[in-house]
């Protein structure tokens, strides 16, 4: 596993794991491909037991739960079913919004003819809910510090299209794969023989922070996932060529 998609842990104890899982990384099996690397395996190699909590999407970076004995996840998986777990992402998006803080409340399902792919459905969609606050806003883009209420597949993804602000990189729900410095840097050159490299190739989208009751002391924890490095250097040059 390279460097940049090195596997830490937040915490740990008898009950609960939390990752800081890298993009790039399943946080479990692939349903086509097993063999393909993925947190849960990572997990079972070191102990004998592990249970799925909840998971990120392939591409996204940030903090993850794993529970550690059956009591733990039927604590933990209620409190996800009840949502009372609050999760926290930073997410950067095309655009400059109206409001600097809103509510999108549109139901999503699964595109019909394209397995994977969610978009919002009125009439046949579930209930989704996510809430935004604009932490910084630059002349094309903006980052959001973003809560779900709902968990549904690509919910961030799919409503920040709903309202005309993709991910600033999202390859099926936004408009490019990549982001270059080349977009906001003016006169930007390269040698003869250089080729520019993205500063992130990946859904700028990262899971923050988590917070729920533990399972076994009953109090609210709070943990937190740094900003990874490909995030946080577009962030930064943003802040230099995008103002």
Known sequence: MSKSNKITTIFEDDDII???????????PDRYDVNIPNLYHYLKRQQETVFIVHRLDG?????ICFAKNEAAHRHLSKQFQERSVRKIYNV?????????EGTIN??????PSRRGQM???KRKGKAAITTYTITDQFRHFALAEVQIQTGRTHQIRVHFQAIGHPLAVDRIYGQRKAF???????????GKFEEERPLISRV???AHQLSFIHPSTQERVHFTAPIPKDL???????HKYDV
């Open 18 to 28: 939390l990752l800081n899982k890298p993009a790039h990384v399943l946080s479990v």
């Open 59 to 63: 591409e996204t970076s940030g903090i």
């Open 92 to 100: 950067l998006i095309s655009g400059k919004p109206m409001d600097t």
């Open 106 to 111: 549109l139901p999503i399902a699964e595109v």
């Open 119 to 121: 978009r919002v459905d």
């Open 180 to 190: 270059y410095l080349s977009e906001v840097k003016k006169h930007y050159k390269l």
């Open 204 to 206: 700028s989208l990262h």
């Open 232 to 238: 946080a250097v577009t962030i930064k040059q943003l």
